[in-house]
């Protein structure tokens, strides 16, 4: 017995007993799902979140779950383009990509950081294998196109965001395969196009895609926010699509909320069954969601 161990009282080793005594239902409901994991913002920069987050992963994955994690890294990006003296322009919260600017993007998304989590995930005791949406064709992109409306003359221009890219097709066959093993994987969000282009796709947007061409059980999304608010800034545990798309239109779900709520709304359409936008900074925010009762997010489930 560890030090540790022996310093818990007899009411701390009861309460452990009963929260795994909670789980266990939780455990059998989800065994055998496959879940979709966003993983980024404040959790994927703070060390012990971070070793968190590994153990968490390597813990749905061995009470049955399938964890699928899709990672961002859109600071430590900015912070070696900075180094590269690489000049970065921002439109609708999407980094302008050139060719200088997606090999950058390539090398830290798949290369660093992607690495960084597979390593942590083995050091809790998973086995992770990273991957780049170019391997196995798994995410083949077409360009994202933007279009921008001048309020003096009414004219519509389109808007050139270089090597930004969205998700055209999922080949999901090397995922599959992978949910037959052990093995998590982590995915960087870069995307092939038709004539052997690079993309760099938003996390999120190639979460959702992944999640609804793998039908998942669930889409979890973490960010640095609880999750959606109602109007006097209190968290909405579960919402449904179309309370969700009420939200949108009278304004409660608004800013950088939007984008996120609709991808969790497009992977619903596309055959997820739920989807959880959570606080990433939440220690054990996983755990919490997926093994009690009430989680710590905002569920957005199908209309019943």
Known sequence: MTEQAREKTHEEWLAQAATLSEALPFMRKYNGASFVIKYGGHAM??????????????????????????HGGGPQIGQ?????????????????????TVDVVEMVLAGSINKQIVSAINKAGGFAVGLSGKDGHLIQATKLERTRRDPESNIESVLDMGFVGEPSEITTHILDFFEETDIIPVIAPIGHGANGETFNINADTAAGAIAGALHARR???????????????????????SQARDMIADGTIRGGMIPKVETCLDALKNGVSAAVILDGRVPHALLLETFTEHGVGTLIHHDT
């Open 45 to 70: 920069g703070d060390g012990t979140l971070a070793e968190q987050f590994a153990r968490d992963i390597v813990l749905l994955r061995q009470v049955g779950i399938s964890p699928v994690v899709v």
């Open 80 to 100: 070696m383009l900075d180094k590269l003296k690489i000049a970065s322009q921002f439109i609708d919260g999407l980094r302008v990509t050139d060719q200088a």
């Open 219 to 241: 889409l979890l999304m973490l960010t640095d926010v609880a999750g959606v608010l109602d109007k006097s800034g209190n968290l909405l545990t579960d919402i449904s699509v």
